[in-house]
Every structure is written in structure tokens, then in C-alpha cells.
């Protein structure tokens, strides 16, 4: 470690992981061609699921409106091609398993709804109607969490600062970076639109400092158009993105457990939600396509796609041209946090990061051996758990004597098994405790 | 989409990916690092050193391999840790201890200490003490036979500490021909009086520093232990009332530098958070000082690990990280 990095910010706890994110970082942001068909789930976010506003047959356009939500916490989704409505019916989710959703065959057209069309007076709008918008738009959190943007920028208690996350610490991503790199002038703008929204002074930018060019370029562009955004390059350790472990190592507030980072005065958003933002109210344009990293050793062309939303799995792999070996493990999102996928036949979701592909020798069954006690696990944990003993209390089945070591404050980051030398699968431990205890 | 595909997928689930580091290579770099101490042993003790060793060694595999058959054919040999139970007895045994008698610590180490507590992991006491203790209780006699360093014709001396100890306490039962005079030099060197593996601090320092850097050991036991020590003995091991002790040789004699940076630091047999690791430190100072200064042994270094190995558990239950977000 040098002086620099041992001065860089950061939280306590975490471990720098081989990032591999070589294989994508220098690709541009390439616009993937228009799939025939598209499968559009009507939940992608956290929250109810939406009613369908079509039916077999109707006509849609790319940014129409096909599926709203009820209640506070929801979103909206559209149609991503202009083309048919083919069918509502259950189809693959890549989180839920299975989920109804809208099957559009494309026309080829590419038409855009009517509604998509740029927005004038946008200085004159209101927080109402900006929340609006974003509801209006079916913009969620791009991180992956996909929570209702609409709900986040409307905390029940005022905030004093806002966070935009750049960290991506997820080994192999490259999504956010691009974008940063690419889009810098709309990310700001998204920036400032946000910070109107939940009215705060303070804005920082966190990014860790493997991304120098992004550390750069921000704080250049943001010098040029004299923003007061901050932009805090921090170490690069996982899971320095997570909300939590970021607000402590940008302003060093710990968010108490089973509260949320407004409770200590903070928002955090993702770069990419930012630029959504940006997109739905200044072009008017709903979130129907996002950025997705396409990557893994044995991936033929690794990549940063533009995907429309609902394009299934396998029509990306074939425009990267499919994999150099047989597939052993398909992961939308990144290597610590992703879900394995039972089949390629899946749609790209709001929450799709990345699609990462690994070959059989590096998914090795991980043979889990005795706990030997080593600490490894309980000094990156970086909620500062005991994740051994929860691990060893599943071994004994004792599932009532695991309450006392708080599993409900674990993420499920997984850094804990991943620097387990015994292998053990501490997440999956914790998962089950979550779910037997209640 | 083609079946047959979607059938091969893996769907184990997060992390996907895991540091490359394995219970098994822990364990044999610790085992590695402890070879040059017994080179040099071999060197100074001769080759019946060799055979402690490799019998020690064998003992402690085989006993744990037949163990595993009678428990179901479970092998767990190969992640090294029976092979550094035996490899540690070893290096706590003197340089002429008869081959049956290694072999019955070996067998004792494994089964009494490890086996019948559950196996790797759920052991309280550290295995290879437990074996050295109890032979020290059955062979008083064997066990503390100590041959002068480059003497095949075993010839015995007192160790340091006994030396130390003898005129401490003013008891004066060393004859004179037992006693050598040696330098520190001597001692960093390990060209003294011991257990096997105990005696070359430059050699136990050179695997240490390389257990440190590797991250398989953290400081904080080695230091809080071999620091009490330090304090405690300048405090009162010196001739004319308090301070001004020779600490130096305290540090550097007995099974001090061994037992502080190999065995204390042991994963399963010491606390698992870092304010719990300091706390035994210094326990097993304090106590390794008070029985060299004070008790019927003159090394305590075993004893004062066996007794905080007691602890262990409860310094788990009660020094916990302070819960993230939960107020200070
Ligand atoms: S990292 Fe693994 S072996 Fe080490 S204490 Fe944690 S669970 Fe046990
Ligand atoms: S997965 Fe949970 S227990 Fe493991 S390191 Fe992350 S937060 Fe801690």
C-alpha cells in the first residue's frame, strides 16, 4: 500500500478482490440491434407487480406505457420495440423464476411512442411533477436493487446529502464506467435535476480509484459547467458500493440496523439511474433500455451493450458470438452478488447489470470443509457480523440460537465465503436462517 | 432455447467466485515454515532428532487416517493439520525422547484433544500440548532429559531457564557441571539446552515474519504474549528487587518464540476477533511468567496456552465487533 491509498476513503473491513474488469473496460458502449421479439415481466422493481394496459394484438411503440403499478411502492413498465402485443402469459424471470409478462414481436420499425419527445421548461417544473415523471417513466434503482426512484427521492425526513453511486465494485462490470466515461454531460445534468428534487447542498460522487479516467473526466466536466458536485475517489475494496459501507466511507455515518440511509440524512443513487433521470425528463423518454455488461474469460466478444429491455439472454450471447468453451454458469449481474440462471431463455430486467459467463473448471464444486476458526470471514464482513458462527449454528441446526448474531444484518455481500479458506457457503447459511426464522 | 443446455447450467448460488485459498494450504505453509527450526535442530541434536520428528510426524497422520476409517471413511489427512500436530509435538519433545514414547504423544495429541472433540475445528485445547502435557505427566523422567548442544555422547545440561530458575530462586541444586554459561548469540542461534524445535529463534523468526506477511498469522498474539513476557520478567526477574530483569534471555530461551508465533496463534484454539487474540496474549504472558518465576516448572509456555485454551470460548461469546450503525 502506498500513502495515497492508505489516505484514500473507504469503510472498515471489506477485501480488495481481482476486479477482471479488463475484459470490457476499454469497450465502448455499443447499441445492440433490435431483437425479434421481446419479453417485457410486468415486475421489475420492488414493489407490487403492474396491471397489463394491453392485450394480445394491440400495437405498441417503443416508450409506450404497457403496464402500471398500484400502491406507493411501484413502478411502470413500457414496451421497448414498436411492434404486437404476441401474448401476456407467465414467462422465465431472471430474479423471480417465472413472472407474467408482455411479449411484443418487433415490426423492425423502431418507432418511437408518441409520448418520447424532448421536454421544454424544464427549470419551471415542480419536485411533484418531477416525481411524477420519473413514476411515469418506470425508473428504478440500476444498481440492481431496482427500488422505485419515485419512492427513494421522496424520503419521509428531509436529507442533507446526496451520494451518486460510480463505485461498481462488482468484479467484471464495466456498465457504469462507460457510462461515466460517455455520458458525463447527461449524467450531470441528471445530477442536478435529482439534487432539485431532494433539495440538498452536499452532492458527492463516489468512484473507486481503479476508474482514474472517471475520476478525471468528472471532476474536469464538473469544473467546465461550475457544478459544486464533489466527486471522492475511494479505495478499491468490495463491496465499497454497497449503500451503507459508501456513506460511511464518503461523510462516516453508519446506518443503523434496519434503517435506511435516509435515517442518517442520505440518499444514495446510482450513475445510471442518474442518467435515467436525465433521459425521461429532459428527452422524455421511459426507461426502456439500459447498459449491460456482457463478460467472462471464455465470452468470444466481451462488451457494454445497449439492450432494450425484455431482449432475452441468448440473443445477447449470440451477438457476442457465444463462448470459447462450454457454458458452465450464466450470472445476471456481477460474480458476488449475481443469480445463476437455469437457462439462457431469460429477459434482460431493469436490475440486469451485467450477464456474466463462466466455464465449467471455474465454477469447481467449492467442497465445503470444517470451520477452522480463522477470522477471516469475521474481519471482512463489513457489517462487522460473526459470519462463522451463524455458518457453524446451520451445521447444528441450532437456528433459534443464530437470532443472537443478527442475521438480518447481513447483505449477503458475500465476502465472507469468498475469502473462506474451509469454502464454506456462509451466504447460503444466512439465507436459510433468514427464511426459517422469522 | 436448446434443452440439453439449460439442463448443464450451474445454479449454485452467490458468490460465484472464491479466493483462491484452501484450509490445506494453510496449514502445509505453516508446516514448511517451521522446517528450518528442526534443520537446525538436527544440526545441534543430531540425528536422532530426525526420527523424533518424522515419528511424531507418521504418528499424528496415521492416527487421524485410522480414526477417520473407524468414523466412516472420512479422509482428512490431506488438509495438513494432523501433519502439524505432529510436526508441533515434535518440537516439544527433548532430542532424545524414545520413539514409542513420541508415538504415544502423537496418538494422544490426535485423538484425546482432536478426535473425540469433534475433529478440526471444534477442539478446545491445542492438540499437540495436550500430547506434550500428557507425557510430561506419564515420563517425568524422559521428558526432561536434556542433552548439551554438540554432544552426541549426551552428555545432559540444565537448560537456560533451569539455570535461570536455579539461581533465581536461590535453590542451588544445579551441579556446576551442569550448568553452561550461554551468550545470547548462542541463544538466537538455538546452540542450547531444549526441546527440539524451541531453540533456533532466528530460524522460527524467518518462517514467522513470512506468516505475518502472508496474512496466515496476525501480530497481535505473538506480541501481546512474547510483550508480557518482556515486561514482566524485566519487572521481576532481576536480582535487586524491581525492574532491571533479564529479559532477553526470557525472550529468547524456552519455548517462548515457538509456542508465541506457532502455537498460540493456533486458528481453532485461540479467539477469533483481534481484541480477544490481545487479550489471550497477554494472558499467556502473564501466566508463562509467573510459573517461570515463581512455579514448580521451570518453563511455563505449554501450561499458559492450555490454560488460556480455556478461555477461548468464552472470549468469543463475549468480545464481539461492535454491530455496524449500533451506536458506540
Ligand atoms: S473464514 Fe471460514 S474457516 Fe475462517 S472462521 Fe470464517 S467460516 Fe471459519
Ligand atoms: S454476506 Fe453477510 S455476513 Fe457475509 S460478509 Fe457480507 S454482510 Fe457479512
Known sequence: MNGLNAAMKTFPGGKHIEGHKQLTRNEPICAMPLPAQVIIPLSQHTGSICEPLVKKGDKVKAGTKIGQGNGVVSSTVHASVSGTVNNISDYNHPVLGSCPAVIIDSDGKDENDAQVKERSGIAELSKEELLAIIKDSGIVGLGGAAFPTQVKLNPPRPVDTLIINGVECEPYLTCDFRLMLERTNELLQGIQLIQKIVNVQKVFIGIEEDKQEAVLQLRNRIMEKKRRFEVVALKAKYPQGAEKQLIKAVVGREVPPGKLPFDVGVIVVNVGTAVAVYEAVCLGKPLYERIVTVTGRIVKKPANLKVRLGTRFSDIIAFCEGTKEPLGKIIMGGPMMGLAQFTDDVPVIKGTSGILMLAKDEIKDFTETPCIRCGRCVNVCPVRMLPYALSLCVESKSFEQALQYNPRDCMECGACAYVCPAKRRIVESIRLIKAVVK | ?328
Open chain 2, 1 to 328: 432455447m436448446s434443452e440439453e443446455r439449460a439442463m448443464t447450467l450451474s445454479m449454485t448460488s452467490s458468490p460465484h467466485i472464491r479466493f483462491p485459498e484452501t484450509t490445506s494450504r494453510i496449514m502445509w505453509t505453516v508446516f514448511f515454515c517451521l522446517i528450518p527450526s528442526g534443520i537446525v535442530s538436527v544440526y545441534v541434536f543430531g540425528l536422532s532428532t530426525l526420527w523424533i520428528i518424522i515419528t511424531a510426524v507418521l504418528g499424528a497422520v496415521a492416527t487421524e487416517y485410522g480414526c477417520g476409517l473407524m468414523a466412516g471413511g472420512k479422509n482428512t489427512i490431506s488438509d495438513g493439520s494432523a501433519a502439524l500436530t505432529g510436526l508441533l509435538l515434535a518440537y516439544n519433545l527433548p532430542p532424545q525422547a524414545p520413539l514409542w514414547m513420541v508415538f504415544i504423544g502423537a496418538f494422544i495429541a490426535i485423538v484425546f484433544s482432536k478426535v473425540l472433540f469433534g475433529g478440526l475445528g471444534f477442539n478446545i485445547f491445542n492438540p499437540a500440548l495436550i500430547g506434550r502435557v500428557f507425557l510430561m505427566a506419564s515420563f517425568p523422567v524422559l521428558m526432561t532429559r536434556w542433552p548439551a548442544p554438540f554432544r552426541v555422547d549426551a552428555v545432559t545440561a540444565a537448560t537456560p531457564l533451569a539455570v535461570f530458575k536455579d539461581s533465581f530462586q536461590g535453590t542451588n541444586v544445579l551441579s556446576q557441571a551442569d550448568i553452561i554459561n550461554y551468550s545470547y548469540r548462542d541463544l538466537f542461534l538455538g546452540f542450547r539446552g531444549g526441546c527440539i524445535g524451541e531453540g533456533c529463534v532466528a530460524a522460527l523468526l524467518l518462517g514467522a515474519v513470512y506468516l505475518l506477511i502472508r496474512g496466515y498469522i496476525s501480530w497481535q498474539i505473538p506480541v501481546s504474549f512474547i510483550g508480557t513476557v518482556a515486561v514482566f520478567s524485566w519487572l521481576f526477574s532481576g536480582k535487586d528487587g524491581i525492574a532491571g530483569g533479564d529479559f532477553i534471555l526470557h525472550i529468547l530461551s524456552g519455548g517462548l518464540v515457538l509456542g508465541a508465533f506457532y502455537m498460540a496463534t493456533d486458528y481453532v484454539t485461540s479467539p477469533i476477533t483481534k481484541t480477544g487474540q490481545l487479550i489471550f496474549g497477554f494472558g499467556c504472558g502473564l501466566i508463562t511468567g509467573v510459573i517461570r518465576l515463581w512455579g514448580g516448572y521451570p518453563e511455563g509456555v505449554s501450561y499458559s496456552i492450555l490454560l488460556m485454551n480455556i478461555l477461548v470460548p468464552l472470549l468469543d461469546k463475549f468480545i464481539v465487533p461492535r454491530r455496524f450503525g449500533e451506536l458506540k
